[in-house]
């Protein structure tokens, strides 16, 4: 069988969408669908396993055969999600000939506590993600009622999908001998979730950060618009062009499409790129392909040429994809007799889901297409509007956007591949009893994380708000309307209650510093500064009615100094180190310290530690006490960064994006609360994607200005408008300028 052939089945009702339960006896979320379990068993052979997978509240269970099809039927594994889990993309994986997006679960705790479980689409897993961050949120409700249900929970067993199970001595025989949809036993259904789609959709193009770029229309063709960037940040040798379509599918459907080599459905869509072969693929989000020309596009002297290039994809928590392709060179793919090796354009693919009205069922996206041209081509054409252009590979490039757009439009399966999905609308109205499992935890199961009772990401706060749709729909869909309306305002917070105002500020001393140096100006190099708010936009006022957002002002917390280690490994807790400014005299007189220790995987490895000062004690009754001396789960689900790369080259602009992102819902975050002083310890390595893009921004690290700002995730009116706690500038680091930590 195809690996694409299952999908998931989301059981949910309510105006709200899912929902967790309440005191009064609101429902209890369910998810359940199809899935591999992968893993190797107790003889050491690989296995991929069919498994039915179900989670109803924080209660996970795993079946041979679907239970609705099949009352009485026992799990083979099952638990409940306990406050440890992390659960990890890993991208695409060849398994048995298929092509499957892969899913790993660990206890943070304890790395030997791991498994897999792998899905046939993309937005399967994205699905899967969503619903045991919504278990999540259901344990973290139950343990906040108070120390009997902490109990409770604690005694439950937790889920562990690792290894082989008891008992269980038959093999899966591999994705080849499975039955097609529709045939045999299982009929899988090859549908995505529901639950993928928000309610309150998207802003558009636009980011939580003011971006340097102007676009200019130069050319309308076949329902797709083509832009120039006319902004005077270009180096003179390129241009950047895009192209931008709407493409009615989900951002799931049109990813897959463009990420598959299946030459005959290339045919369909794309004219330039005839016969792709998957060369090498690393870690999930890295390939590797090699590919000819279609010699239309090409001149009489060089009517055969042949390229080799890599992408590099991952998708943010609004949902959105990006894909990046640049030139490459590989062993198993030297000069080609015949032929003339080409160097592919670099370009961006960004997917990103548009919102629907409340009357209808069809998905829509916007496809953006941008990639570099060479000025000399593109003047000429600009000038004389010469048909020669139109023939180029450039050109065709560009136009890959249309290809795709009537693609799927003459593919209803793919067009209404969420419409025709087979929803079965329940929210249990009754409470989960854990006697319903006592009898049957004898099984092995795994540890899961709990969060906080607010919302998974930045772009989902009022999923329940359906009756305010419409009115997001209208705004959110007119990308430069709302960054004109916000960029007319300006963030005003009431930062005076934050810290507390009945205690007379310090002075901050001056000689304060650490191992990276503050820069003069904006021409210095390897150096800090701490930039004004203006540069971002965070949530204003009203943004629980109308989803604005507002120009960023000043930030609450002083940056007062950087240090630039290299690391033997992930070093935690720098703030006890004896030679931390923490713990220097200076130190120990602030009122408070918020340390971020940002670990960045690379060989060797390095932290990049940012200290921020108040010159107040924290507020007792403010967010910024409750988010200090608050819980893990709390401060995962709030504690937010915005990028923006100021300066350098576009390609790790559109990797790193502007998009606001929960950093403890992104990656491992580790807290130490202590004295006068929170440290939060980022692990950028515990993330496939981030560990990637990372690894592009050290490349070209030395050509960079990078703006990060520092938030608490406002998600309550009364928390509104947002602040800026910190921010910071990194002009052009030097890699060889860190300083070792002593150990």
Known sequence: MDAAATGSELNKSGSGGSERSEDSGGGIFE?????????????????????????????????????????????????????????????????????????????????????????????????????????????????????????KLNMEAEINLEGHRPRVRRY????????????????????????????????????????????????????IRIFEDVSDHKNGKAVLAKSVGVIDATADTVFEVILSTEQQKRYEWDTLMC?????????????????????????????????????????????????LQFPAIHKKKPQRSGYRRAKVNPSSWEIRNLNTSMASN????????????????????????????????????????????????????????????????????????????????????????????????????????????????????????????????????????????????????SDLHGSLRKGNDDNDTNCWASPSGKGFMIRGKNYLKDSSKVVGGDPLLKLVAVDWFTVDKSADRIALHPKCLVQSEAGKTLPFILVINLQVPAKPNYSLVLYYAADRPINKNSLLAKFVDGSDAFRDSRFKLIPSIVEGYWMVKRAVGTKACLLGKAVTCKYFRQDNFLEIDVDIGSSSVARSVIGLVLGYVTSLVVDLAILIQANEEVELPEYILGTVRLNRLKLESAVPLEV
């Open 31 to 151: 998810y359940s669908g199809w899935v591999y379990h992968l893993g190797v068993n107790s003889i050491g052979h690989e296995y991929c396993h069919l498994r039915f997978l179900f989670i109803r509240g924080k209660y996970v269970s795993m079946y041979k055969r679907d239970p609705h099809d099949n009352p009485g039927l026992k799990p083979i594994r099952q638990g409940v999600v306990g406050p440890t889990l992390m659960v990890e993309e890993l991208g695409r994986r060849k398994v048995n000939n298929g092509d499957l997006y892969v899913l790993r679960f660990f206890n943070r705790l304890d790395e030997t506590k791991k498994g897999e479980i792998a899905c046939a689409t993309a937005g399967d897993a994205r699905g899967w993600m969503e619903a045991f961050d919504q278990a999540k949120q259901q344990a973290e409700y139950e343990l906040s009622r108070g120390v009997s249900a902490r109990e």
């Open 172 to 223: 899966a025989h591999g994705l080849r001998k499975l039955i097609r949809i529709g045939q045999g036993p299982e009929k899988l259904l090859r549908q995505s979730s529901k639950l993928a789609i928000r309610p309150d959709g998207f802003e558009g193009d636009s980011g939580d950060a003011v971006e340097a770029h102007q676009w200019k229309c130069v050319l309308t063709v076949a329902g």
């Open 275 to 323: 016969d792709l072969e998957l060369i090498d693929s690393y870690d999930g989000h890295y390939d590797v392909v090699y590919g000819t020309y279609d010699s239309k596009y090409l001149s009489r002297w060089h009517s055969k040429q042949d390229f080799v290039f890599s992408r590099q994809w991952f998708r943010g928590q609004d949902g959105t994809y990006t894909i």
């Open 362 to 509: 069809s998905p829509r996206c916007l496809v953006t297409h941008t990639l570099e041209i060479h000025s000399t081509s593109w003047c000429r054409w600009k000038k004389n509007k010469s048909s020669k252009f139109e023939r180029s590979i450039p050109y065709a490039l560009l136009c890959q956007v249309s290809g795709l757009k009537e693609y799927i439009a003459a593919n209803p399966a793919l067009h209404h591949e969420n419409a025709t999905t087979i929803v079965h609308s329940k929210l249990s109205d009754a409470s989960i009893s854990s006697a319903e499992y006592e009898d049957e935890m004898q099984d092995e199961f795994y540890d899961a994380i709990t969060a906080d009772s607010s919302t998974s990401d930045e772009e989902s706060d009022d999923d329940q708000k359906l009756v305010l749709q419409e009115a997001r729909v209208k705004l959110k869909n007119i990308s430069w309307a709302i960054t004109t309306l916000a960029l007319m305002r300006t963030a005003a917070p009431d930062l005076t209650e934050e810290l507390d105002p009945h205690v007379t500020h310090i002075t901050i001393p």
